[in-house]
């Protein structure tokens, strides 16, 4: 009966040790879920607040009248962001007049902040090649002449193809279907030159042997050889 009541008490005692134990281990697994959890939450926070402190960094631009803006917002970036920020940027440069020189903003927004850049418009830059100054002709034509259209010829100098584009001629004064002396003018590097063209009438040709015996035409075969004629046959008496 004892040893009955002893190994009940020894099964008891070992019971309770092993609910010890478990309660023990769930504690600590408790534990180590909170502890997951509070670290889980900090590095959270560390990504949210590094997305808050991108600081995009915009170039200041130049360009010359009449240049195509760009459309891609990577051309105006100072500098590297990721792809995923790229795709949220937005590029407004409404205010920028490529027609007219100046000083322009250009804004680029993301997540509700703005940068903004600056964009400079300037005059296209004169080549080397250009003419300081140029030297017209006077063209003489003929009633009923067409006009040339190339610059070329009515000016001295010799001139590339860049420079002609610059030019601007105004041929609007001249008659050419009535003879007289008409003048031209060609702007260039923001001067005005004047030329003459010179409409003359085709002068027929005129005959110096008016009243003169006309001067027979030479014969081409002075002496012609004579034809031989055949002889004559004599007549037969019977």
């Known amino acids: 009966m004892d040893k009955h009541v002893r190994i009940i008490t020894v099964t008891a005692l070992s019971l309770l040790g092993i609910l010890c134990i478990a309660s023990g281990v769930m504690y600590s697994s408790l534990?180590?879920?909170?502890?997951?959890?509070?670290?889980?939450?900090?590095?959270?926070?560390?990504?949210?607040?590094?997305?808050?402190?991108?600081?995009?960094?915009?170039?200041?631009?130049?360009?010359?009248?009449?240049t195509p803006l760009s459309v891609k917002i990577i051309d105006y970036l100072d500098s590297a962001v990721s792809d995923e920020v790229l795709a949220n940027l937005k590029l407004d440069t409404s205010e920028v007049n490529v027609t007219e020189p100046g000083t322009y903003n250009y804004t680029v927004t993301y997540k509700k902040k703005t940068y903004q850049g600056i964009i400079i418009v300037k005059e296209k830059e004169v080549t080397n090649n250009t003419l300081q100054s140029i030297t017209l002709k006077t063209v003489n034509i003929n009633v009923g002449t067409?006009?040339?259209?190339?610059?070329?010829?009515?000016?001295?100098?010799?001139?590339?193809?860049?420079?002609?584009?610059?030019?601007?001629?105004?041929?609007?004064?001249?008659?050419?279907?009535?003879?007289?002396?008409?003048?031209?003018?060609?702007?260039?590097?923001?001067?005005?030159?004047?030329?003459?063209?010179?409409?003359?009438?085709?002068?027929?040709?005129?005959?110096?042997?008016?009243?003169?015996?006309?001067?027979?035409?030479?014969?081409?075969?002075?002496?012609?050889?004579?034809?031989?004629?055949?002889?004559e046959t004599p007549e037969q008496t019977n």
């Open 146 to 231: 067409a006009l040339p259209t190339d610059v070329s010829n009515y000016v001295i100098e010799p001139l590339t193809d860049d420079i002609k584009a610059t030019m601007l001629i105004d041929l609007s004064k001249v008659n050419v279907n009535t003879a007289g002396n008409y003048q031209y003018t060609i702007t260039y590097n923001n001067s005005i030159y004047t030329g003459t063209i010179v409409v003359t009438e085709t002068q027929p040709t005129l005959s110096t042997n008016i009243g003169e015996e006309p001067t027979p035409t030479p014969n081409p075969n002075p002496n012609p050889t004579p034809t031989p004629t055949p002889e």
């Open 31 to 66: 534990q180590a879920n909170n502890v997951e959890e509070k670290v889980l939450v900090v590095v959270e926070q560390k990504q949210v607040s590094k997305e808050n402190d991108i600081d995009i960094k915009l170039k200041n631009l130049t360009i010359e009248v009449n």
